[in-house]
């Protein structure tokens, strides 16, 4: 059974820094794409960042320059690395693997920026 499990999110103030963590057991991170996706009530979930199993990276538009996303893969673990925090990325962050809509979700983090 495949289980991701995100932390590291919280409550910071515009401008500030956040590292998100995804942990998985059941699904080996190396051979995957692997995703974090954001969402706000009412509104669709939006990929931020991707990772192939070769290690290239792909950053949303609107997170280009202030967010990175990396992994280790001995420790099975995908991070975003989000700094530079404005309030419009307030949201519930949500890990993906394989990436796509058919792979498996996390529970999510909650990210609160403050003005």
């Known amino acids: 059974q495949v289980q991701l499990v995100e932390s590291g999110g919280g409550l910071v103030q515009a401008g500030g820094s956040l590292r998100l963590s995804c942990t998985a057991s059941g699904i080996i991170f190396s051979i995957n794409a692997v995703g974090w996706y954001r969402q706000t009530p009412g509104k669709q979930r939006e990929l931020v960042a991707a990772?192939?199993?070769?290690?290239?990276?792909t950053h949303a538009d609107s997170v280009k320059g202030r967010f990175t996303i990396s992994r280790d893969n001995a420790k099975n673990t995908v991070f975003l690395q989000m700094n530079s925090l404005k309030p419009e990325d307030t949201a519930v962050y949500y890990c993906?693997?394989?990436?796509?809509?058919?792979?498996?979700w996390g529970q999510g983090t909650q990210v609160t920026v403050s003005s």
């Open positions: 990772t192939t199993k070769f290690g290239t990276t």
């Open positions: 993906n693997a394989p990436l796509g809509a058919n792979g498996n």
